[in-house]
């Protein structure tokens, strides 16, 4: 059974930092690309930051160079640091395995990031 399982979210300040961790359990975790979504209601979930297997970051450009993705695969974990934090980053934010050559993907729960002063 696949699981992703997202923690690090919380309420923060303006200008703060927060860093998300999701720990993968089923998958040959070093072989799937990961990556970190996040959705507000009444909006489609978007792409923030993806990790190929190898270790390619890409970001959505609202968050480069204030977000960092990276991985450890001997933890089965993908990190998501996120500093300069503002109110438009609050959202629940998701991790996604996707396997390379099929696509097929997993989900977790998601975890709330609330950016309020």
């Known amino acids: 059974q696949v699981q992703l399982v997202e923690s690090g979210g919380g309420l923060v300040q303006p200008g703060g930092s927060l860093r998300l961790s999701c720990v993968g359990s089923g998958i040959i975790f070093r072989i799937y690309d990961m990556a970190w979504y996040r959705q507000v209601p009444g909006k489609q979930r978007e792409l923030v930051a993806s990790?190929?297997?190898?270790?390619?970051?890409n970001y959505e450009e609202s968050v480069k160079h204030r977000f960092t993705i990276f991985r450890d695969n001997a933890k089965n974990t993908v990190y998501l640091q996120m500093t300069g934090l503002n109110a438009e980053d609050t959202a629940v934010y998701y991790c996604?395995?996707?396997?390379?050559?099929?696509?097929?993907?997993?989900w977790g729960q998601g975890t709330q990031v609330t950016v309020s002063s």
């Open positions: 990790i190929t297997y190898d270790g390619s970051a």
């Open positions: 996604s395995a996707i396997y390379p050559i099929t696509r097929v993907d997993y």
